[in-house]
């Protein structure tokens, strides 16, 4: 068995391994799907940091059970192909361990989501601030989720190499576009989408990526942010609008 030689190539073993039971797990899949589903949510209602960071906990609890369930599964499938009760115990266990973490995740997300007085308060009412930051990092989870995602449906095994969208282009982008909506600094503005063209530019040249992987991954990038920062928003302050109206 070949091992990593810097840190470097072992953070890319270890996404391909997160990429490789997205792609053979199909439990994964669904919790994949429901997790950038529910940062959505999170956002879209308001949740506060602290309330963003406990969904975001039990979100990775639930896939960290989830891989250690497919690992303990491949490990004892490599030990015997045949029946043994030691072995089904082993596989049990797991999924109980599976199953546990679910229902904290739905327990968590219960107690978040079924406010609907204060959920609604918070929709209706214009936000004393906005949060950059934290709508960043939603953003970047999302951003993550919809590569793996995306890369999976097109059949690479890759995560930070090749494949049908360009992550390194995306995650630029990405950032790139954080930059452009929120910095006020022109300066800073110019130097980010130079360095977003150039991170493009890059994967093309060393023939990592076609130019249409490089601009799906771009979009993606861009289309995230916007969301967030613009459509979201703007969506929201219809309803306070809306709901004023029909208060008068």
């Not at 709901?243 to 008068?248: E, F, M, N």
């Given at each position: 068995m070949r091992r990593a030689k810097n840190p470097v190539e072992s953070f890319r073993y270890a996404l391909n391994g997160v990429l490789l039971s997205y792609k053979t797990q199909r439990h994964l899949r669904i919790h994949f799907v429901l997790a950038l589903l529910v940062l959505l949510a999170g956002?879209?209602?308001?949740?506060?940091?602290?309330?963003?960071?406990?969904l975001v906990c039990v979100i990775a609890l639930v896939v960290m059970a989830e891989l250690f369930n497919t690992a303990l599964e491949t490990v004892v499938d490599?030990?015997?192909t045949d029946y043994h009760p030691l072995a089904k115990v082993?596989?049990?266990?797991?999924?109980?361990a599976v199953l546990v973490a679910a229902m904290t995740a739905t327990l968590v997300g219960l107690l978040l989501f079924l406010r609907p007085e204060e959920i609604g308060r918070r929709i209706q009412s214009p936000?004393?601030?906005?949060?950059?930051l934290q709508t960043c990092v939603i953003g970047f989870l999302m951003l993550l989720i919809l590569l793996v995602i995306w890369k999976v449906r097109g059949g690479k095994g890759r995560f930070l190499q090749g494949g049908v969208v360009s992550g390194h282009s995306a995650i630029a982008f990405f950032l790139c576009s954080v930059v452009l909506l929120v910095a006020e600094n022109p300066l800073i503005a110019f130097l980010a989408v130079l360095l977003a063209l150039l991170v493009a530019q890059s994967r093309v040249e060393t023939e990592v990526h076609t130019l249409r992987?490089?601009?799906?991954g771009a979009l993606l990038g861009i289309l995230i942010p916007v969301v967030l920062y613009r459509a979201i928003p703007l969506v929201l302050q219809l309803v306070v609008v809306r709901s004023l109206g029909a208060g008068r």
């Amino acid at each position: 068995m070949r091992r990593a030689k810097n840190p470097v190539e072992s953070f890319r073993y270890a996404l391909n391994g997160v990429l490789l039971s997205y792609k053979t797990q199909r439990h994964l899949r669904i919790h994949f799907v429901l997790a950038l589903l529910v940062l959505l949510a999170g956002f879209a209602v308001r949740l506060t940091r602290t309330e963003l960071a406990l969904l975001v906990c039990v979100i990775a609890l639930v896939v960290m059970a989830e891989l250690f369930n497919t690992a303990l599964e491949t490990v004892v499938d490599l030990v015997t192909t045949d029946y043994h009760p030691l072995a089904k115990v082993a596989k049990d266990v797991a999924a109980g361990a599976v199953l546990v973490a679910a229902m904290t995740a739905t327990l968590v997300g219960l107690l978040l989501f079924l406010r609907p007085e204060e959920i609604g308060r918070r929709i209706q009412s214009p936000p004393e601030y906005e949060d950059a930051l934290q709508t960043c990092v939603i953003g970047f989870l999302m951003l993550l989720i919809l590569l793996v995602i995306w890369k999976v449906r097109g059949g690479k095994g890759r995560f930070l190499q090749g494949g049908v969208v360009s992550g390194h282009s995306a995650i630029a982008f990405f950032l790139c576009s954080v930059v452009l909506l929120v910095a006020e600094n022109p300066l800073i503005a110019f130097l980010a989408v130079l360095l977003a063209l150039l991170v493009a530019q890059s994967r093309v040249e060393t023939e990592v990526h076609t130019l249409r992987e490089v601009l799906f991954g771009a979009l993606l990038g861009i289309l995230i942010p916007v969301v967030l920062y613009r459509a979201i928003p703007l969506v929201l302050q219809l309803v306070v609008v809306r709901s004023l109206g029909a208060g008068r």
